[in-house]
Nanobody
């Protein structure tokens, strides 16, 4: 079992940056693929970024590619989402997710979830 706790959300002006953190307990994240999903008000949850446990495979949604970076620190058992050049449309609750590493697409099948952290970008 993996427990995930997100932090780092908040209110930021358009063009600003935030770094979200996802601290894991219960298992070593080094054996887990991880992802950041987001859900804006009135919209379906979408995958923003994902990373295989080695970091060799990554995925970014078109809407965030070039602005967001997912990374991991196995020593700290923590995954990060660096968000730059933020836009009002990035406003959402951001969720960290994890799964035991697999050869399957890193876009799917995450059984472990955090509680979410709110990111609000003002124009």
């Amino acid at each position: 079992q993996v427990q995930l706790v997100e932090s780092g959300g908040g209110l930021v002006q358009a063009g600003g940056s935030l770094r979200l953190s996802c601290a894991a307990s219960g298992r070593i994240l080094g054996n887990y693929d991880t992802a950041w999903f987001r859900q804006a008000p009135g919209k379906e949850r979408e995958l923003a970024a994902a990373r295989s446990w080695t970091g060799v495979r990554t995925y970014y949604a078109d809407s965030v590619r070039g602005r967001f970076t997912i990374s991991g620190d196995n020593a700290k058992n923590t995954v990060y989402l660096q968000m730059n050049s933020l836009k009002p449309e990035d406003t959402a609750v951001y969720y960290c997710a994890a799964r035991y590493t697999s050869a399957r697409s890193i876009q799917d099948d995450y059984p472990y979830w955090g509680q979410g952290t709110q990111v609000t970008v003002s124009s």
